[in-house]
Structures are given as C-alpha cells and as structure tokens.
C-alpha cells in the first residue's frame, strides 16, 4: 500500500515543473529573437550633432580646421635642460667594496641610492667605512660613481 504524498511534497513537485516550464519559454524565446543574422550594418549606432543615438548616419561635414586654429594657437616646445644635481660632486660613504673582484657601493648621503664604482674609478687604497665624494655617470644600468676622492676633514 503506497502511502499518499503530503501537501509539501506535492507542492515542491508543482513548483520544480514550473520552474522547469519558465526555463523551456526563456529558451524557446532566446532561439525566436537572437540578433545572431543581423548585418553589421543593423548593428551600428550613430550619434547626431545634438547628442543622441540613431540608427542612420548622418551626413559627413567637411569643414576648414585650420580656419577656426590659427598656428598662434599651437605651442611646440621641447623642455630645456637645466644643470641637475647629477652633474655636481656628491658626498657618500663606501657600503660594500669587494677588493677581490674591485667593485664596490657608495651610499649617497643625502639620499637613500647606492652606486656602483669599479676599482679604476676610485683610490687604490679605497675601503669599506671611508666618507668619499664623487660624480655620477650613466652606466649600462643605472648611475655610476666615477672621480672618487676622499673627503677631507671626515673619518671613516
């Protein structure tokens, strides 16, 4: 003897066929009104001289630019370059220097960058701790400490 369902079994069953029944019409009005085979054409939209979207283009106005910008109006101007700081002698303590292999890092102290120098640009008997001044030039990565001398008047 099969016993009858109750009211809230039934009515999760009436609902889950309606559910499946809404999705059967989306579906079926998806495949009726897809835009899949309009042209390219039909697609676009077009903006009018007040602003606002049509479906046909308007006609091309071909009118004068340079009438209405005269070459007053045009500034063309490349910045000039003025002495920087890169140019002048910076003070800087030597952070690392490998005597080895005869390169080593001059913290700047004015700033937090290090530099790298070789051995060929520096006092031969350069070492880690000595206060140096020296002139920055463009490596092959970034600046480079060349001219270095020692500080006067400083320890290391």
Not at 14 to 37: A, I, P, V
């Amino acid at each position: 003897m099969a016993r009858p369902a109750s009211t809230s079994k039934r009515d999760n069953e009436k609902k889950k066929q309606s559910k499946r029944l809404e999705k059967q019409r989306r579906k079926e009005d998806r495949k009726t009104n897809n835009n899949k085979g309009a042209t390219l054409e039909d697609m676009f939209a077009y903006v009018d001289e007040n602003g606002m979207i049509t479906s046909t283009p308007q006609e091309a106005k071909v009118e004068d630019e340079n009438e209405d910008m005269g070459l007053d109006h045009i500034m063309i101007s490349t910045p000039k370059k003025t002495a920087t700081e890169e140019d002048a002698r910076r003070k800087g303590r030597v952070e690392f220097f490998n005597d080895s292999k005869g390169y080593g890092f001059i913290k700047d102290l004015d700033s937090v960058k290090k530099y790298f120098f070789h051995i060929s640009a520096a006092p031969k008997d350069i070492k880690e701790g000595n206060f140096v001044s020296f002139e920055l030039e463009r490596g092959t990565r970034d600046y480079n400490a060349v001219n270095i001398q020692y500080n006067e008047g400083e320890s290391s």
